[in-house]
T-cell receptor
Framework: DAGVIQSPRHEVTEMGQEVTLRCKPI?????LFWYRQTMMRGLELLIY????????DSGMPEDRFSAKMPNASFSTLKIQPSEPRDSAVYFC???????????FGPGTRLTVL | RKEVEQDPGPFNVPEGATVAFNCTYS??????FFWYRQDCRKEPKLLMS???SGNEDGRFTAQLNRASQYISLLIRDSKLSDSATYLC????????FGAGTRLTVKP
């Protein structure tokens, strides 16, 4: 298996622009998680899905952030409009069950200027 | 109080040393416990699960103390390649990551 795939690996954009991050989970995993990691706040859970349905989005910072999972093999995290404080590494992870081992993608390093 | 707390370190130890990390959690109903390792500019990866009876994997030993609500990770005979950030993970209905403890092993 190729593992969790994320794209792009790096994204540099200007404040106010829309940013879309993409994730392909491991085939057969029913859970997909989006995290954000910064030096100041560590690894934060933003949202997670079970069988393509959002279960908990309480970690989504504000309305500028949205996430979708149109099918079992694809998810997006969108930021519109982006702000400099959104600069972070965004990880996608997947797992068989809610409390099972999570496998992380390589992350997207986002820089908002 | 944070749900999962770790000493951020950094821990700077010489090669061959034994080092131990602790992690406390607040939800007494937690059922799943893990240690993850994260190298600089890489994603977190599972190091080992933590079982109630404690478990060992080579130089690494993990223990769980439910009464005091903490888990620990012991690394014996540390190697340069052990330098990384170690994340404690505790799960109930979902998984909560600690902020991580940074370890640097020096020659």
């Amino acid at each position: 298996d190729a593992g969790v795939i994320q794209s792009p690996r790096h994204e540099v954009t200007e404040m106010g622009q829309e940013v879309t991050l993409r994730c392909k989970p491991i085939s057969g995993h029913d859970y997909l998680f989006w995290y954000r990691q910064t030096m100041m706040r560590g690894l934060e859970l933003l949202i997670y899905f079970n069988n393509n349905v959002p279960i908990d989005d309480s970690g989504m910072p504000e309305d500028r952030f949205s996430a979708k999972m149109p099918n079992a093999s694809f998810s997006t995290l969108k930021i519109q409009p982006s702000e400099p404080r959104d600069s972070a590494v965004y990880f996608c992870a997947s797992s068989f069950t809610e409390a099972d081992t999570q496998y992380f993608g390589p992350g997207t390093r986002l820089t908002v200027l | 109080r944070k749900e999962v707390e770790q000493d951020p370190g950094p821990f700077n130890v010489p090669e061959g040393a034994t080092v131990a990390f602790n992690c406390t959690y607040s939800n007494s109903a937690s059922q799943s416990f893990f240690w993850y390792r994260q190298d600089c500019r890489k994603e977190p990866k599972l190091l080992m699960s933590v079982y109630s009876s404690g478990n060992e994997d080579g130089r690494f030993t993990a223990q769980l103390n439910r009464a005091s609500q903490y888990i620990s990770l012991l690394i014996r005979d540390s190697k340069l390649s052990d330098s990384a950030t170690y994340l404690c993970v505790v799960g109930h209905n979902d998984m909560r990551f600690g902020a991580g403890t940074r370890l640097t092993v020096k020659p």
